[in-house]
């Protein structure tokens, strides 16, 4: 029998969204397969994180395409972006967390394309007037991901409904973000 890559990924994606710690045994398990199929399909877990990452990459790609971010005005955007990329949330807040990701100065290109695409959203705004411009674009973006992390991290935790995240990660970063009128 043929396995489902992809029903694997998301099956361990659900599972190490809520317990970064879980085993390749668990993941396994929640994938529907013995510990021997996972094995052939990922190495260890150091590959199926690598294969999760590619597959959050994809998620964010495919986001900031569907938000049409050069399409009206940079706020609007970026409520869109958000709107778009929030169900990958979770999935973002655990490879964010994961520092092998990061070790050595091998990160991804996928994630530099990501961040060159939402800095060059808030270079837009800021164009615009609509974004402060004492907040470089380089820290307007890394603002983004940690509030869509903690939002992640507040639903599954149940401190946040997961209908009000969207509104609350927009709100308090435009609300930070926006340009204010001088007095």
């Known amino acids: 029998m043929a396995v489902d890559r992809d029903h694997v990924l998301r099956s361990a994606a659900a599972l190490l969204t809520r317990k970064s710690t879980a085993t390749m045994d668990e993941v396994a398990k929640a994938a529907g397969i013995s510990r021997a199929t996972l094995h052939r399909q990922f190495a260890g877990r150091d590959v199926l994180v690598r294969a999760l990452e590619s597959l ?29 990329i929030e ?44 974004f402060r411009i004492d907040l470089t674009p380089a820290w307007l973006t890394e603002a983004l991901y940690g509030l869509l992390a903690s939002g992640a991290w507040a639903v599954s935790e149940g401190r946040v409904a997961s209908n009000d995240v969207n509104f609350m ?14 007095s």
């Not at 998620?59 to 971010?69: I, N, P, Q, W």
């Not at 990061?102 to 164009?127: C, K, M, P």
């Open 169 to 182: 990660i927009v709100e308090l970063l435009l609300g930070g973000a926006v340009r204010r009128e001088e």
């Open 87 to 130: 169900p990958a949330a979770a999935l973002l807040a655990f490879l964010y967390t994961e520092n092998q990701l990061f070790e050595g100065g091998q990160q991804n290109e996928g994630w530099t394309r990501i961040d060159d695409r939402v800095a060059a959203l808030f270079r837009r705004g800021q164009a615009a007037g609509e």
């Open 56 to 84: 959050g990459i994809a998620e964010c790609e495919a986001a900031l395409d569907r938000a049409r971010l050069d399409e009206g005005g940079a706020s609007d955007a970026v409520r869109r972006l958000v709107h778009e």
